[in-house]
């Protein structure tokens, strides 16, 4: 559940507190009916397909009505459903009809919440890892994660066997340039560890100089 869905049910159960509410999921999926008010905490009447009237207590209504807690305080099989309703209708009273029929309920119908704009390196990314053999500058820029200047210098000044040229236009061929990457990387690390040992090595024992 999204934020927004969750606020959206908390907003339908606090609009119970005073007014009657039906549960528009229970009658969605063929369930009957049910009614309640109260909030969180409050008092409910269900009928069932077969028109048998259940009415009682309820808590724990949080963020809706489908995860409280119900306590049945007495039921009456009305033959049918309609029976049913219009003995709910009598227990209600006025109110309970003044409320189902005011048009004053909020709506529960579900949230459809359209999917985020992708941004336009996105798009240029999913183009690349679909269907691109030769990435141009601003698409190994979006590849790579670097800025043009230093793509056109490793497209243009670097031993590499990934630079395709077609006229003046220069272009990465991307299945070099990922073994170009693989080959690559961690080379930086791996010699400076080497400068390190060597120049540990190279370094003259003080202890030895302060003896001779």
């Not at 240029?124 to 790579?144: F, G, P, Q, R, S």
């Amino acid at each position: 559940m999204t934020n927004r869905e969750l606020k959206q049910w908390q907003a339908v159960t606090n609009g119970s507190r005073h007014c009657w509410a039906e549960d528009s999921i229970t009658r969605m999926n063929g369930q009957g009916a049910l009614y309640y008010v109260g909030g969180a905490t409050g008092c409910f009447m269900r009928i069932t397909p077969e028109g048998k009237l259940t009415i009682g207590g309820y808590k724990g209504a949080f963020p809706h009505i489908g995860e409280a807690c119900f306590q049945a305080e007495a039921e009456k099989n009305c033959g049918n459903y309609y029976k049913a309703f219009e003995k709910a209708c009598e227990l209600g009273g006025t109110k309970f009809l003044t409320d189902l029929f005011s048009g004053s309920q909020i709506s529960q119908e579900p949230i459809h919440i359209q999917p985020e704009e992708k941004t336009e390196q996105e798009k240029m990314m999913e183009k690349i890892e679909v269907d691109k053999a030769l990435l141009n500058v601003k698409e190994m820029c979006a590849y790579l994660g670097i800025g043009e200047t230093k793509a056109r210098e490793l497209l243009t000044k670097t031993n590499n066997h990934f630079t395709v040229r077609i006229g003046n236009r220069v272009f990465a061929n991307k299945i070099q340039l990922d073994k170009w990457i693989a080959q690559n990387s961690g080379n930086k690390v791996e010699k400076r560890r080497t400068i390190q040992r060597r120049v540990k090595k190279e370094e003259p024992d003080m202890g030895m100089q302060m003896m001779m």
